[in-house]
């Protein structure tokens, strides 16, 4: 069945915890060698999930367009931020969904029924992330990266570092979103300009733009219904 990776996460720390002892015993080549040190392993993971979450998924890029299309009405506070979080979410968990199958199967489920260690399953949970971040990458923004370290540029995509993979897979996130922003602001901006001119025009320099501009923002959402055409950009996006 498909997750969430946080589900997964805390499903597979759960588990661990619970069942320690036969884990223990099942696993004798798992490089910690005690109950203490699977714990803190598990509580560390727990700590990361957020940064893995924010940093290495499609989480970015749908988080910033939806606060673009809401600052383009004008409204900073409607929608909220919990329901463009939670929208955000559902949608990070769709889009990675294949992903998460693959770590679930290829990492997960064999380090817990005891098949491989810690380190193995690390590695083969990486590879499907590592190829999804690759995927939405640009290699001006790996090699961009790379200069700033100072470091030479691996031959093959497999060769590059998680560390300097993430910031350049952000970059790259907050650049398409930025373009799909500016192509989601520009009727509405278009749409301020013919109201602002108009009230300019009739001589009502005392009423505010937006009052007038607003309803017809939202008006215009609702018969394209804008939402729809959103989602269905954002998440085509994704190759």
Do not use: C
């Amino acid at each position: 069945m498909r997750r969430p990776l946080l589900r997964l996460a805390i499903a597979a720390a759960a588990a661990m915890l619970i069942d320690a002892p036969a884990l223990a015993a099942r696993a004798a080549p798992l490089a910690l060698g005690s109950d203490i040190g699977r714990t803190a392993l598990i509580l560390t993971l727990l700590a990361l999930v957020p940064t893995i979450l924010v940093s290495m998924t499609s989480f970015v890029r749908i988080v910033v367009v939806l606060s673009m299309v809401r600052h383009a009405f004008g409204m900073p506070e409607t929608p909220p931020n919990v329901v463009l979080v939670s929208l955000a979410l559902f949608l990070t968990a769709f889009t990675m969904s294949p992903t998460m199958s693959a770590i679930n199967r290829d990492a997960l489920q064999p380090m817990l029924a005891g098949r491989i260690g810690v380190e193995p399953a690390v590695d083969a949970g990486s590879r499907p992330l590592r190829t999804f971040m690759l995927a939405q990458t640009r290699d001006q923004d790996i090699e961009s990266i790379y200069a700033i370290s100072r470091t030479p540029v691996p031959a093959r995509p497999d060769q590059v570092e998680m560390l300097k993979l993430a910031p350049a897979f952000i970059i790259n996130e907050l650049r398409v979103s930025f373009t799909i922003g500016f192509i989601i602001l520009l009727p509405f901006l278009l749409i301020d300009l013919v109201v602002s001119s108009i009230l300019l025009s009739l001589g009502m320099m005392m009423v505010p733009p937006t009052t007038i501009s607003l309803p017809i923002k939202l008006l215009m959402f609702v018969l394209i219904d804008g939402w729809r055409l959103v989602l269905e950009g954002v998440l085509g996006s994704f190759r």
